[in-house]
Every structure is written in structure tokens, then in C-alpha cells.
Nanobody, 115 residues
Framework: QVQLVESGGGLVQPGGSLTLSCAAS????????MAWYRQAPGQQREVVAT???????NYGDSAKGRFTISRDNAKNTVYLQMNSLKPDDTAVYSC?????????WGQGTQVTVSS
């Protein structure tokens, strides 16, 4: 059974930092391209950051210069370090794993940026 379990969300003040984690099980993790998406209320889901199986990274415009995606294949985990958070970053952040025609999603973790 494939599971992607996100953690690390919560309430943070503007300008603060959070690190999200996504622990994967049931997949050959190192083969998968991993990504973080987010969806704010009333908005479409958008890609935040991606890291490929060979560790190439890419970022959505909203994340560039503030967020860092990384992966630890030994722990089957992908991370999203988020700095300089803004109220506009408030959303449910979800982990995605993709390999060829296989794709899996986590349940998501809420991030709220508010004073």
C-alpha cells in the first residue's frame, strides 16, 4: 500500500519559517520524481517545487528564492524548507510522487501564515 504522509504544517507568523516533510512508503522512492503542491481556498492547485530522481530541482514563481526542496532517499522523505513566509503562502500543501504512469498524492498539511 502506497502512503505519502506530510507533516510539519502549522501556524506561523509572517516572515517566519517552516519545514514540511513527506514520508513515503510502498514505493521505490529513489525512482520517483517528487513535488510539493499547494491549494489555497477558492484557488487552483499550483506546483510549489519539484525534485527529480536525479535531484534536479525546479520552483514555482511563488517559491523562488524563499523555498528549498530536497530529498533523502535513505529516509524515503522529501522536504520543503520555507522561509520568509507571507500570508499568501497560506494553503494546504500536498506531496506528490510520480514515476512513468504511476502517480500518488498525500493528504496534505495545512500551513497558515498569520499574525
Amino acid at each position: 500500500q502506497v502512503q505519502l504522509v506530510e507533516s510539519g504544517g502549522g501556524l506561523v507568523q509572517p516572515g517566519g519559517s517552516l519545514t514540511l516533510s513527506c514520508a513515503a512508503s510502498g514505493i521505490t522512492f529513489h525512482r520517483y520524481n517528487m513535488a510539493w503542491y499547494r491549494q489555497a481556498p477558492g484557488q487552483q492547485r499550483e506546483v510549489v517545487a519539484t525534485v527529480t530522481s536525479d535531484r534536479s530541482t525546479n520552483y514555482g514563481d511563488s517559491a523562488k528564492g524563499r523555498f528549498t526542496i530536497s530529498r533523502d532517499n535513505a529516509k524515503n522523505t522529501v522536504y520543503l524548507q520555507m522561509n520568509s513566509l507571507k500570508p499568501d503562502d497560506t494553503a494546504v500543501y500536498s506531496c506528490n510522487a510520480k514515476f512513468q504512469f504511476l502517480e500518488y498524492w498525500g493528504q496534505g498539511t495545512q500551513v497558515t501564515v498569520s499574525s
